[in-house]
Nanobody, 118 residues
Framework: VQLVESGGGFVQAGGSLLLSCTAS????????MGWHRQAPGKERELVAS???????NYADSVKGRFTISRDNGNKAVHLQMNRLKVEDTAVYYC?????????????WGQGTQVTVDS
């Protein structure tokens, strides 16, 4: 299963970006799709996730600013990021857990850079 991300870039503080991630490959069912991020010198952390029932989970640092949404028909997940802060600067990775028809699997995207400038 491959995950392809798009939408990263450079933005001024207070601005917005939309990240998208689409899954492809041998997928019988996708369980959870979400976004993690890793800033230089820091560990990768959960930003937001969405399960099959569209229940969502957010890091405290992004609550009220970021919104995750799923498009199950297109095997996609989006992250709308508003009121961006300098501390949101990181590489953002898409993560999906799935069943390929026989086994549970987990895949990461290649990452997309988000840079927020003051």
């Amino acid at each position: 299963v491959q995950l392809v991300e798009s939408g990263g870039g450079f933005v001024q503080a207070g601005g917005s970006l939309l990240l998208s991630c689409t899954a492809s490959g041998n997928i019988a069912a996708i369980y959870t799709m979400g976004w993690h991020r890793q800033a230089p010198g820091k560990e990768r952390e959960l930003v937001a996730s969405s399960n099959r029932n569209n229940s969502t989970n957010y890091a405290d640092s992004v609550k009220g600013r970021f919104t995750i949404s799923r498009d199950n028909g297109n095997k996609a997940v989006h992250l709308q990021m508003n009121r961006l802060k300098v501390e949101d600067t990181a590489v953002y990775y898409c993560l999906a857990t799935y069943n390929d028809g026989g086994r549970f699997g987990r895949s990461w995207g290649q990452g997309t850079q988000v840079t927020v400038d003051s």
